[in-house]
């Protein structure tokens, strides 16, 4: 039976997250101290504390939710044998090199504090949206976008699930969609609270400000195979995994690929390492049967034993 960690990505943060791992076990204590240290500010207390607006901007979320993910992993490892492979939704391809011993911890927290920022000043502030769609027939969404685009940008951001797929683009272009989206038969079509277009071409000016950054930072080859989000294909050299960061900013978060790899490899053991259960629910639609424990606060621990 072989085991993935699976690293959540932004939108499952929360004001409290990682405070009961701190309060309860050393090495994730000793996580949020290095996560301050490592961003010369108190990431820790905006962690456990907020505020919310706060938590909310981007190139906060960012390295919030990796420490919190490497936290959890840290007190999740104590407990258990290393896995098998490691996956990271968007954000969470970070924690997901540090827990296979590619990338250091507080090299991964200052570049997506950068990657935060950049993707933030990529596109004017209201000129961008994303959408979730819900349930759209098979077949349609290619046609969809297509209709919408009216000369802007709409493309597919993240293939979540079957039944999930989230849009991106310009505000009108992803607008047009939606209404087609549901006219076509889609079951809801749900605007997402962002603050920037993520995984479409308008994030290439982000993708070329953060190459300088990568490229500074040191991949070693991974302990543990990594299933990316660019090509949903295992990564096992350092080169790759930092090919991979650089290239899944404008491209699409291939999830549904990923996890069918995984459960094709023969995962059969699956741990969502972080704040909330975002991933488990993607999960249980992707691969049915599966069973997913989601760790990222103490009380989890129980889950384990």
Known sequence: MKTAFLFPGQGSQYAGMGKSLADNFVSARQCFEQADDALGFALSRMCFEGPEDDLRLTENTQPALVAVSVAAWTVLSAEIEQPDFVAGHSLGEYSALVAADSLDFADALR?????????????????????????LPAGKLDEILAEAAQGEVVTTANLNS????????????????????????????????????????LMEPAQQRLRADLDAVEFRDLRVPLVNNWQAA????????????????????????????????????WFEVGAGSVLAGLLRTIVPGSKCISFGEAKDIEKLR
């Open 162 to 201: 079957p039944d999930q797929i989230v849009i991106a683009g310009n505000r009108g272009a992803v607008e047009r969609a939606m209404e087609l989206a549901k006219a076509v038969g889609a079951k809801r079509a749900v605007p997402l609270p962002v603050s920037a277009p993520f995984h479409c071409p």
């Open 111 to 135: 570049t997506v504090r950068k990657r935060g920022r950049y993707m933030q000043e990529a596109v004017p502030p209201g000129a961008g949206a994303m959408a979730a769609l819900l349930k």
């Open 234 to 269: 295992e990564v096992l050299k350092g080169s790759e995994a930092r090919e991979g960061l650089y290239q899944q900013v404008p491209n699409p978060v291939r999830w549904t690929e990923s996890m069918e790899r995984l459960a094709a490899s023969g995962v059969e053991r």
